[in-house]
């Protein structure tokens, strides 16, 4: 169970880590080549990026809400949803009054960092505790620290003068990167690439 929870988990953060940290690194860019309008990108930009880390946090809590599934126990979720609403319509009202629809997109991240950091904490003390370490660290953090990592070298030296196609080339090769980092990052996904190489490679020599 717990191999098999960690390589989900891994999976599922090296599928958002990448595409949400794209977004959060290169907002500006994305919109640009998607709606060709300056303005709107620049507009949109710095709502986009707090709302793509805060819907990849959300997604990193997929894996072990289906492990309470599985195991009978949706109370967990109920009373965590519950102290979420509760806190969440005054934050939202408070947020948007003051800073806009900034501070609607801020809410939603610090929302799904409170199930990641909190939520989870308490799913752990009653399934899979031993685990918990190593899905922050090895399923988590790895994943998401080494995209960020690439994502940042990247933004740091973009030329400011490319045109359009140029843009999609380099965000495309960007991309693959942050997809290759996170991959070689998880150790569950990791191990199972190079051991299905390894078993390619014993076919091969048998069949020779």
Request: proline share 5%; with cysteine.
């Given at each position: 169970?717990?191999?098999?929870?960690?390589?989900?988990?891994?999976?599922?953060?090296?599928?958002?880590?990448?595409?949400?940290?794209?977004?959060?690194?290169?907002?500006?860019?994305?919109?640009?080549?998607?709606?060709?309008?300056?303005?709107?990108?620049?507009?949109?930009?710095?709502?986009?990026?707090?709302?793509?880390?805060?819907?990849?946090?959300?997604?990193?809590?997929?894996?072990?809400?289906?492990?309470?599934?599985?195991?009978?126990?949706?109370?967990?979720?109920?009373?965590?949803?519950?102290?979420?609403?509760?806190?969440?319509?005054?934050?939202?009202?408070?947020?948007?009054?003051?800073?806009?629809?900034?501070?609607?997109?801020?809410?939603?991240?610090?929302?799904?960092?409170?199930?990641?950091?909190?939520?989870?904490?308490?799913?752990?003390?009653?399934?899979?505790?031993?685990?918990?370490?190593?899905?922050?660290?090895?399923?988590?953090?790895?994943?998401?620290?080494?995209?960020?990592?690439?994502?940042?070298?990247?933004?740091?030296?973009?030329?400011?003068?490319?045109?359009?196609?140029?843009?999609?080339?380099?965000?495309?090769?960007?991309a693959m990167l942050m997809i290759s980092g996170a991959l070689f990052a998880a150790p569950e996904l990791r191990a199972g690439i190079f051991q299905y190489f390894r078993s390619r490679l014993k076919e091969s020599h048998r069949s020779e």
């Amino acid at each position: 169970l717990a191999k098999t929870y960690h390589r989900g988990s891994q999976l599922v953060a090296v599928l958002t880590a990448p595409a949400a940290l794209a977004l959060v690194f290169f907002p500006n860019n994305i919109l640009l080549l998607w709606t060709g309008n300056a303005v709107l990108a620049q507009t949109a930009a710095p709502i986009l990026a707090p709302l793509a880390l805060g819907t990849m946090l959300n997604g990193f809590m997929q894996i072990p809400y289906m492990l309470q599934l599985a195991h009978g126990w949706t109370s967990l979720a109920v009373r965590i949803n519950a102290v979420a609403v509760a806190l969440l319509v005054p934050a939202i009202f408070w947020a948007v009054g003051r800073f806009g629809a900034l501070g609607a997109a801020w809410v939603w991240v610090l929302l799904n960092a409170g199930y990641v950091f909190l939520g989870a904490h308490f799913m752990y003390m009653r399934l899979l505790p031993k685990e918990k370490r190593a899905w922050y660290r090895n399923d988590i953090f790895a994943p998401v620290l080494t995209s960020a990592l690439i994502a940042c070298f990247f933004y740091l030296v973009q030329p400011s003068d490319l045109g359009g196609l140029s843009q999609l080339i380099g965000l495309f090769v960007v991309a693959m990167l942050m997809i290759s980092g996170a991959l070689f990052a998880a150790p569950e996904l990791r191990a199972g690439i190079f051991q299905y190489f390894r078993s390619r490679l014993k076919e091969s020599h048998r069949s020779e």
